[in-house]
C-alpha cells in the first residue's frame, strides 16, 4: 500500500519563475491538504482540497494556487516566485469524515525548492 | 492562531521522562501530536479529540484540556528513537484546517 508520493524531491528555481509540484494521496484517501515547512519550524497551512475543490485556505498569496483532480491526486503552483519561497512543501492526505479531524494526516516527504 | 508549545527544546538521558505542552488561545476541537525525524516526514502519534480523553501509546501518552485549551504530550522511560521535533497541530470547531506549533526538539542521549 504506497502511502504518499511527492514529485520531485528536489528543485532549483530563480526569482519570478514559475513551479508545480505534484502530490498523490495515499490509497483510499480523499482530502489533500499542502504546508509549507521552513528550516526550523512548524508546517505552515497553505490549503486544502476536497471533491476537487478548495475547502481551507491559510494566509499564503493568490501566487499560491492548487488543483485537486478526479483520482484525488493534487498540484500547488506557486508563481512569480520569490526568494522567501524557499521550504520544504509538504503533501498531507486523510480521509475526510463527518465528524471532523478525527482522522490523522500521512505526510510525503516533501519537495524542497530553492529560489536563487 | 498558531498553537504555542513548550518548552522549545529539551535534552533527556536515556529511561528518563518528558512533557511537551501545547496550548491555544482559541477553543479547540480535536489536537495533534507528531513527531519529524531530521530530514524526513512528520509521522502521526495520536489524536485527542473534545472531550479531555487521555490516550496512550505505549510509553508515549498525551491528554486534552478542554477548559484550559491546553493538550500535553508524556513521554516515560524515553529511548534513543523518541530524538525529533514534536509537532502539535489544533484544529477549531470542526474547521478540517490543523494549524501546527512551532514544535518542540528533544534529544535524547545514551
Known amino acids: 500500500d504506497a502511502g504518499v508520493t511527492q514529485s520531485p524531491t528536489h528543485l532549483i528555481k530563480t526569482r519570478g519563475q514559475q513551479v508545480t509540484l505534484r502530490c498523490s494521496p495515499k490509497?483510499?484517501?480523499?482530502?489533500v491538504s499542502w504546508y509549507q515547512q521552513a528550516l526550523g519550524q512548524g508546517p505552515q497551512f497553505i490549503f486544502q482540497?476536497?471533491?476537487?475543490?478548495?475547502?481551507q485556505r491559510g494566509n499564503f498569496p493568490d501566487r499560491f494556487s492548487g488543483h485537486q483532480f478526479p483520482n484525488y491526486s493534487s498540484e500547488l503552483n506557486v508563481n512569480a516566485l520569490l526568494l522567501g519561497d524557499s521550504a520544504l512543501y509538504l503533501c498531507?492526505?486523510?480521509?475526510?469524515?463527518?465528524?471532523?479531524?478525527?482522522?490523522?494526516?500521512?505526510f510525503g516527504n516533501g519537495t524542497r525548492l530553492t529560489v536563487t | 492562531q498558531q498553537p504555542v508549545q513548550s518548552p522549545q527544546a529539551v535534552i533527556l538521558r536515556e529511561g528518563e521522562d518528558a512533557v511537551i505542552n501545547c496550548s491555544s488561545s482559541k477553543a479547540l476541537y480535536s489536537v495533534h501530536w507528531y513527531r519529524q525525524k531530521h530530514g524526513e516526514a512528520p509521522v502521526f502519534l495520536m489524536i485527542?479529540?473534545?472531550?479531555?480523553e487521555q490516550k496512550g501509546h505505549e510509553k508515549i501518552s498525551a491528554s486534552f484540556n478542554e477548559k484550559k485549551q491546553q493538550s500535553s504530550l508524556y513521554l516515560t522511560a524515553s529511548q534513543l528513537s523518541y530524538s525529533g521535533t514534536y509537532f502539535c497541530g489544533t484544529e477549531g470547531d470542526s474547521s478540517y484546517k490543523l494549524i501546527f506549533g512551532s514544535g518542540t526538539r528533544l534529544l535524547v542521549r545514551p
Open positions: 490509497s483510499g484517501h480523499d482530502t
Open positions: 485527542l479529540l473534545k472531550g479531555g
Open positions: 482540497y476536497y471533491e476537487e475543490e478548495e475547502r
Open positions: 498531507a492526505s486523510s480521509l475526510r469524515t463527518s465528524s471532523s479531524y478525527n482522522s490523522p494526516l500521512h
